[in-house]
């Protein structure tokens, strides 16, 4: 049988691994994701960023650059 303390650790370890390896499947979902709108990366990117400064809008907008 195992000490209290040998028991207490065991369970520490294993939830430190679970929480990494939550950690990793959230991080390589994220990575998979892909870029969409505005978002570097995306496709329409460049389309949509001649758009925002066409419209004065988004990061073009005036009152940004003042």
Known sequence: MHSMR???RQ???AQTLRRQ???RLE???WDRTPAVGRE???PDF???M???YRDR???FHPALNE
């Open 27 to 29: 991080t390589e979902a």
């Open 57 to 59: 809008a988004g990061v």
């Open 40 to 42: 570097f990366g995306s």
């Open 50 to 52: 001649e758009k925002d």
């Open 21 to 23: 390896q939550r950690a």
């Open 11 to 13: 369970s520490c370890q």
């Open 6 to 8: 040998q028991r207490r």
């Open 46 to 48: 460049d389309r949509l």
